[in-house]
């Protein structure tokens, strides 16, 4: 697959146990982008954040949450995001999802 130049990137923000169909929402969705052929998904875990309802969630010892937040990241065509967004929509109950323009400088794999 070659990806240069002008693209898209999607980033979704949700808690780290939150759910689709029983397996980990993160997981789901990277494994749903795999499927639709997308160029590549990223799940990033983070050490504190807050969402739409304020609580914090913190990786601190005293005050660990099993709910950390995560982005998961998502980079390809305008148009495969696009037809990638309805997907989205369902499994993304709660959260914030974003998507902005990137370029590309590189993509390749070793193969």
């Known amino acids: 697959m070659k990806l240069q130049g002008e693209a898209k ?3 979704i923000f949700l808690g780290e146990s939150d759910k689709w169909q029983g397996q980990p929402l993160y997981e789901a969705i990277v494994l ?3 499927r639709a ?4 998904a990223t ?3 983070g ?4 969402g739409a309802h304020s609580r914090i969630r913190t990786a601190k010892i005293l ?6 937040p995560v982005c998961v990241e998502i980079v390809d065509t305008e148009e495969k995001i ?3 967004l309805p997907t989205l ?5 709660e959260g914030l999802v974003t998507m902005e323009k990137v370029e590309v400088i590189q993509y390749r794999s070793r193969d």
């Open 9 to 11: 990137l999607v980033r």
């Open 32 to 34: 749903e982008a795999r």
């Open 37 to 40: 052929g997308l160029a590549g």
């Open 43 to 45: 799940v990033l875990r």
């Open 47 to 50: 050490f504190m954040g807050f």
């Open 63 to 68: 005050q660990l949450s099993e709910d950390l």
């Open 82 to 84: 696009q037809s990638f």
């Open 89 to 93: 929509e369902r499994m993304v109950r």
